[in-house]
């Protein structure tokens, strides 16, 4: 494991400029900066989503993407670095296709809402979405594996689809848009 960190306020960044872990310096606005700020923004709000009720397997998966998410961090933090691999990907896929099983078929658009859990999970969904396009952005401007992209890709599905299992955890059921609701 590299250096921990023993001093957190080192004044290095002052200059608008900021360390990356192969010891370089860049700019605090750049894509890469950009990319790793979404996604550790992401792996907050799903730290704030573990703070609600939930089966004990669906918290456990969601620590695992903590991890994960802390992974891809570090695989951007570090250019030419890898971290995450066709596993990760799969085991989202995995996750997607065993929670999806449970939910019945969507025959409408659903809003972002009904139980707190669901929310924050719709909540984590936008922001990975977020992240989505600023390692897109990234890939424009520097070279980067597509790993980092596909499993952002993949959890935003991910969430959308436990928004629907959280919502029925709490008794509850999809919130469907109402295309046909009085407007006025």
Known sequence: ??????????????????????GSRTVKDS????????????????GLLLCEDMPDALREELVSIQHD???????????????????????LDGLV???????????????PAGSRAAS?????????????RAIVALSHAEDIRPHPRKYVNRLSDLMFVLARVLNRFAGGSDVLWQHERKRG
């Open 1 to 22: 494991m590299g250096n921990r960190l023993s001093k957190i306020s080192t004044r290095t960044g002052d200059d608008g400029t900021t360390g990356l872990g192969d």
């Open 120 to 132: 924050l999970a719709h909540v984590c969904r936008t922001v990975c979405r977020r992240a989505e």
């Open 97 to 111: 296709e065993k929670y999806n099983a449970e939910l019945p078929m969507l025959k409408e658009f659903i809003l």
């Open 31 to 46: 894509p890469r900066i950009h990319s790793l700020g979404e996604v550790d923004e992401l792996n907050s709000f799903v």
């Open 69 to 91: 998410l802390f992974d891809l961090g570090g695989e951007l933090c570090i250019p030419g670095y890898e971290m995450i691999k066709d596993e990760h990907v799969a085991r």
